[in-house]
């Protein structure tokens, strides 16, 4: 398989970008914690905090600049799935990533 020159560029940015600690490329992953909550008392598990959580505006404003940014991945993380906010699905902009 070959690979073109603008794939090289991509990819060289990026590794430099996350080497150098730089802003040389644009993110294409974006991991967003959307609840910490969870009902469950798994002893090895330490993801559970009492701290404050993101509004729905406020992932709402995260998810508009990353499909601004064109983000090709989103991996929501959190505790219990179903014990976030509700809402923060029909939040993700139409023209979003293709991980979703």
Do not use: H
């Not at 991509?10 to 490329?25: E, P, V």
């Not at 469950?40 to 509004?55: A, F, G, K």
């Not at 983000?71 to 990533?97: D, R, T």
Request: proline letters at 6%; glycine letters at 8%.
């Amino acid at each position: 398989m070959r690979r073109n020159a603008r794939a090289w560029r991509k990819d060289t940015a990026m590794y430099l970008s996350r080497q150098l600690n730089r802003g040389f490329a644009k993110p294409d992953v974006l991991s967003l914690n959307l609840s910490l909550r969870c009902n469950l008392t798994c002893s090895m598990c330490t993801t559970c905090y009492d701290s404050p959580e993101l509004s729905l505006e406020e992932i709402k404003s995260i998810l508009d600049q990353a499909s601004v940014w064109g983000i090709e991945v989103f991996n929501p993380l959190g505790g219990q799935p179903n014990q976030a906010k509700q809402g923060w699905v029909q939040a993700w902009p139409s023209q979003g990533p293709q991980g979703l």
